[in-house]
């Protein structure tokens, strides 16, 4: 069993920051990428940040230059440094790991439960 659990998600002003945080933990193997997603309220959804396991990073266009994704691969964590947080940020925010188990080749991803992100105007 995987169990990736996220914090951070908060109330916050237009302008503030947030940091979520994600720890995984369980019968993980190699974490090929960890990521965040987001669903606003009454949309899909879709992907935020993710960064690889040699380091390669991806945004969504809207948040280029206000969110930075981090992680502690020691301790199977990643990290979303949000800033110049807008309305339209609120949203649902979840943690996702790519990972592989080389003895059984077998690739699976597991998402956490999610954690509330809200701004306001």
């Known amino acids: 069993q995987v169990h990736l659990v996220e914090s951070g998600g908060n109330l916050v002003q237009t302008g503030g920051s947030l940091r979520l945080s994600c720890v995984a933990s369980?019968?993980?193997?190699?974490?090929?990428?960890m990521g965040w997603y987001r669903q606003p309220p009454g949309k899909q959804r879709e992907a935020v940040a993710v960064i690889t396991s040699g380091g390669t990073i991806n945004y969504a266009d809207s948040v280029k230059g206000r969110f930075t994704i981090s992680r502690d691969s020691a301790k199977n964590t990643v990290f979303l440094q949000m800033n110049s947080l807008k309305p339209e940020d609120t949203a649902v925010y979840y943690c996702k790991i790519w990972t592989y188990d080389g003895a059984a080749s077998r690739a699976a991803d597991y998402w956490g439960q999610g954690t509330q992100v809200t701004v306001s105007s």
């Open positions: 369980g019968s993980i193997f190699t974490i090929n990428a």
